[in-house]
């Protein structure tokens, strides 16, 4: 999965978001600025592999928000990083 892919998802863990208050809200967490091609590929993507919906129009913005699917993935995704994080904090980088 894709960085971008990832922190979407992460972004939309706390409940339903629009595009630019997911990117907001990526930039105050993982102090990374996702520009709209970069944003919208990764919201495209996850829609089209139903990890994410698409709610109706709320004054012209379009929230998002996560699938039972995207759930899962999530917490797949972050029990990888975490084994990640587990086995690299043993190792000395000089």
């Excluded at 939309?12 to 520009?35: E, K, M, T």
């Excluded at 709209?36 to 012209?60: F, K, V």
Aim: aromatic share 4%; proline share 4%; hydrophobic share 40%.
């Amino acid at each position: 999965m894709s960085d971008a892919r990832l922190l979407v998802l992460v972004s939309l863990s706390d409940g339903p978001r629009h595009g630019y208050s997911i990117q907001q809200d990526i930039a105050a967490f993982a102090d990374v600025h996702l520009g709209p091609g970069t944003l919208y590929g990764a919201i495209n993507s996850l829609e089209r592999d139903q990890l994410i919906e698409r709610l109706p129009a709320a004054q012209r913005r379009h929230p998002y928000r996560l699938t039972a699917g995207g759930r899962h993935e999530l917490r797949q995704q972050l029990g990888t990083l975490d084994r990640i994080r587990t086995r690299t904090a043993a190792v000395k980088l000089a």
